[in-house]
């Protein structure tokens, strides 16, 4: 049975996972989530990512490979565990969904620690953004927008240009973690990759 983590945006906490967790158990995964403290923004997302790396660390056997999902800043924060902490070591699938990977204009409206790094062009964006191909390709790889994105401005900002990218026309940000359609994308990546 294949283990997937999911890990949460800004004021969030795993339980925005509850409609997606429910649909990939019926499909015979193992969910989990944490909750990342703290989820305001005001921390660095590097300490958080730490954080993803110490429960992976401690809740799977060394040899035991995770599907990673990764929902708005936990996009970001799931790419500095795989990119920085040798988190695709661990991680042979992962999603990203909703992440302002190339930064969020809205960003700008708050001075704290994490959410400045979420802003076009941070230090923390262009050092992630140097070697996306060379990190990322050595794991299968989906990122999942939506072109109404609210939250990423823009929309496109969650493009990559790594492993398949598919836009769905879901009307809001959060609205992705509970769209049928998302989850069947996920299932058909998960079974063929």
Avoid at 56 to 70: A, C, V
Avoid at 120 to 130: A, H, I, M, Q, V
Avoid at 176 to 193: A, P
Wanted: charged share 25%.
């Amino acid at each position: 049975m294949k283990s997937i983590l999911m890990i949460h945006g800004i004021t969030d906490t795993g339980k925005v996972f509850e409609t997606m967790t429910s649909y990939f158990q019926k499909k015979g995964y193992k969910t989990y989530t944490i909750d990342l403290i703290p989820n305001l923004g005001t921390a660095d997302l590097r300490d958080l990512a730490q954080q993803v790396k110490e429960y992976i660390d401690n809740q799977f056997t060394p040899e035991e490979k995770i599907i990673l999902l990764g929902f708005s800043m936990g996009g970001l924060v799931t790419r500095y565990y795989l990119q920085r902490l040798n988190g695709t070591e661990k991680v042979e699938q992962y999603i990203n969904i909703s992440a302002p990977n190339n930064g969020t204009n809205l960003a700008y409206f708050l001075p704290l620690k994490g959410i400045k790094q979420m802003r076009p062009d941070s230090d923390f964006l262009r050092d992630l953004n140097t070697d996306i191909k060379e990190s990322l390709n050595k794991i299968k790889c989906l990122i999942i927008w939506t072109p109404f994105d609210m939250m990423i401005i823009p929309a496109n900002s969650s493009l990559l240009g790594i492993g398949i990218e598919v836009s769905f026309p879901v009307l809001t940000h959060k609205w992705m973690l509970g769209d049928e359609k998302v989850f069947r994308e996920i299932d058909q990546f998960l079974e063929t990759s």
